[in-house]
Structures are given as C-alpha cells and as structure tokens.
C-alpha cells in the first residue's frame, strides 16, 4: 500500500473528524453544561470517533467483557498509540471519567467536552498537582464514577510495557474498588508514536480478571502494582511484554 492512500485515510480522519467536533460539539457540550447529564455528550464523542477509525479500516476486536464486575471499577490499560484510547474507550460497556494529561484541555471545543465529561486533567511534570488530581478523581470513584486510567503515565515508545506509576493503585486502595486490568495489542502499529499516519489493521482490546484492591493496604501499594503490571504483561503479546522480564514496576 502506498504512502499516498496511508496519508488520504489521515486526511480523511482528520478533516471529517474536525467538521464533526465543530458541528457536533457545541450543541452537545451546551445541552451537557444545562442538564448536568454527560451521557449524551461522552457516547456522541466516542460513537463518532469510532465511525471514522472504522471508516479507514481500523478494526477493534473485544474479549472478555464477562469478566467486567458489576459497580464502580477502575480501568487499568497499556497505552501504546494515539490509536488505544478510542478503540480502549469504546470497549468499556459504561461511561467512564478519564484521567487526561492537563495540555488536552487547552483544545478548542475538544477541552470543554472533556470538562463537561467530567475528566480530570493531570500535570505530570508537577508532582503536587499530579497528586490533588489524583485525589480529586478518588472522591468522584468513592462518589460512584467509574474511571480509565494508563498506569504507565505516557505512551510506550516502543509498544512494549513500561513501568507503572503508583497513582491507579493507591485510587483503587483509597476507593475500594475492583480494578480490571485492560491489555490492548496492536495499537502501535495502526499509530506510531509521534507520527500522524493511520495504518488499517485491528487493535484487541482484552478485559482480565478483576483485582480486589480493597483487599490492599496503603503500605501494600507496591505489591498491588505489581499483581497488576504481572496480569497486564502476561495477556499481551510477546512483542509487546516488558524487555525486562522480571523486573519490578516502581
């Protein structure tokens, strides 16, 4: 396949996808910010993304969703491409409030429909703001919302599992709740990192066992991280497991 149809099916994405944010997204988000209702706005956004991922033959195959336990979760998944989050999103059976790094926010219509989603942006590079958004988005889990998170902190640059921070741990800890760890394989080679080229192909997004965090203490948040990066690494493909089998996630 030639470089030139690669790029039309970018092109493609990227002028229709902007006609219907801009179309699409004031009415919603304003309805949104009236009703106090976020539903329509986050499924209008994540049905819309996904008709045109599928339109330049980017397929999402789902396993697993059994296994999804009833009530407020924490969503746990690898993050790997500018591909993972829709295919990752539109799997979860439930609306969901995502943690975001800060600068998503800045966008045009784009930020005001994550605010009204009610997601919560996140500075990574400034630990005491990293943390209060941490503890903002544990009183919204306590307070009945379920939450996405990529324990990673960043994109893979490579596809393969990084380390994990500790923030989804100690929100499951502090929460109660069941964490369901998401292993998503082939995202990377729809979307490289830091290229804009959209590559058809087919992203699989898998739901694992749920972890019990209420069954960890604060102090035990290490080993909590651990039994989740385990879970995540052993469910996905070989070439994209850690390159260090057996070394601890700090």
């Given at each position: 396949m030639g470089?030139?149809?690669?790029?039309?099916?970018?092109?493609?994405?990227?002028?229709?996808?902007s006609l219907y944010i801009l179309l699409v997204g004031p009415p919603v988000i304003l309805y949104t910010v009236i009703t106090k209702n976020p539903g329509p706005l986050y499924w209008a956004g994540v049905k819309g993304v996904m008709f045109f991922v599928r339109a330049v033959g980017v397929?999402?195959?789902?396993?697993?969703?059994?296994?999804?336990?009833?009530?407020?979760?924490?969503?746990?998944?690898?993050?790997?491409s500018a591909a993972d989050p829709p295919a990752i999103i539109s799997a979860i059976p439930r609306r969901v409030a995502?943690?975001?790094?800060?600068?998503?926010?800045?966008?045009?219509?784009?930020?005001?429909?994550?605010?009204a989603a009610r997601f919560i942006?996140?500075?990574?590079?400034?630990?005491?703001?990293?943390?209060a958004s941490v503890e903002k988005a544990t009183a919204a889990i306590k307070a009945g919302q379920s939450f996405l998170i990529y324990p990673e902190g960043t994109r893979s640059p490579d596809g393969r599992l990084q380390e994990f921070k500790k923030g989804a741990v100690v929100m499951a800890i502090k929460a109660g709740v069941p964490i369901v760890p998401m292993a998503c394989s082939g995202a990377h080679r729809i979307m490289e990192k830091r290229s804009l080229v959209i590559h058809p192909g087919e992203i699989v997004v898998e739901f694992l066992e749920p972890i019990d965090a209420s069954k960890y203490t604060f102090e035990e948040r290490d080993i909590l991280n651990k039994v989740v990066h385990d879970a995540m690494a052993a469910a996905l493909?070989?070439?994209?497991?850690p390159a260090t089998a057996g070394k601890n996630p700090k």
């Open positions: 470089i030139s149809l690669l790029m039309l099916r970018t092109l493609f994405v990227a002028i229709f996808l397929r999402v195959r789902v396993r697993g969703v059994e296994r999804i336990p009833e009530g407020v979760c924490l969503f746990a998944a690898n993050h790997t995502v943690l975001l790094k800060e600068s998503l926010f800045k966008w045009p219509i784009v930020g005001q429909a994550f605010q942006p996140v500075n990574r590079s400034d630990r005491e703001s990293a943390i493909p070989p070439d994209q497991r």
